[in-house]
């Protein structure tokens, strides 16, 4: 009858902490959505430090997310010791946050070491690589990552693009925007922007073909490709092409910056 007793108490006590533990990771991620950080990561110190209801992996990764938008590597080294420690560091999602936290903190060094660490790295794993070492101006390293990449969707072309056309290596980005369309990798909206702001007088030809494909593939009910198609041939001094968009794009489709752009632009005729 003890026994009994005494195995009901335990399953009622795993019962309130699993629903105490699903109340506060759903607490922690409606902070984190509403961009609260520093609140998020308040309530989880003062959840970890009491142990109850003991964090999960889940927990850990919104924790790490914080830390990684509040560059707070000192909290994320120890939040790391501790994924290793309870081997929660196993959780692909865990990883990922944590390559996330040393590529805000422009970390390459530990970004390498967590990814290497990772034994089947997905999409976000390789696209937060390429974009780290980018960023940081290794972009002939991210190039030769990238041809290692088992299967690139276009997350991972539009950050290799991205970054070689932040790094000055503009006919590179181009060159693989042409790769990307020839094997049949379906651009989005980041990906015509991108392109798109790179189109100065020396390339307005392939800008303007770019336009076309937009429209063929219907992007221009975008903002960011309608604002890049704006300054492209502002900057060339197209102002009769850059008009023509203006007037075509959709109204869904225009921002204060689109705005912006044309008043700008016409202003300096």
């Known amino acids: 009858m003890k026994l009994a007793l005494y195995k009901e108490s335990i399953a009622s006590l795993t019962e309130t902490a699993a629903k105490q ?3 506060l990771n759903r607490t922690l991620g409606e902070l984190i959505r509403s961009n609260r950080y520093s609140d998020s990561l308040q309530r989880f110190t003062q959840i970890h430090s009491s142990q109850n209801p003991k964090p999960d ?3 850990l990764s919104t924790a790490l997310t914080a830390c990684a938008n509040t560059r707070n590597v000192v ?19 865990v990883a990922n ?12 060094s530990s970004v390498k070491k967590v990814f290497n660490e990772i034994e089947r790295p997905d999409v976000y794993s390789w696209t937060t690589l390429l974009s780290a070492c980018t960023k940081l101006g290794h972009v002939e390293y ?11 969707n276009v997350a991972v072309w539009n950050a290799i693009i991205t970054g070689c056309a932040d790094n000055g290596r503009e006919k590179v980005a181009m060159n693989l925007f042409i790769e990307m369309h020839k094997i049949g990798i379906r651009h989005d909206n980041y990906t015509f922007a991108s392109v798109l702001s790179l ?14 494909l937009a429209i063929k593939t219907g992007f221009l009910c975008w903002t960011s490709v309608v604002n890049a198609l704006l300054t492209m041939y502002f900057n060339c001094e197209c102002v009769g092409d850059a008009y023509k968009v203006f007037e075509e794009a959709e109204t869904m489709a225009c921002d204060q910056i689109t705005f912006n752009v044309m008043i700008d632009g016409l202003a300096s005729v």
């Open 57 to 59: 992996h889940y927990t």
């Open 142 to 152: 991210a190039c030769q990552l990238f041809d290692k990449i088992p299967q690139c």
């Open 21 to 23: 533990l699903i109340k």
């Open 97 to 108: 946050t944590l390559l996330s936290l040393y590529a805000k903190a422009e970390d390459l």
């Open 199 to 212: 189109c100065c007088m020396d390339a307005l030809d392939f800008g303007m073909q770019v336009h076309l």
């Open 75 to 93: 909290l994320g080294n120890q939040l790391h010791a501790h994924a290793i420690r309870t081997s929660i560091k196993s959780y692909a999602h």
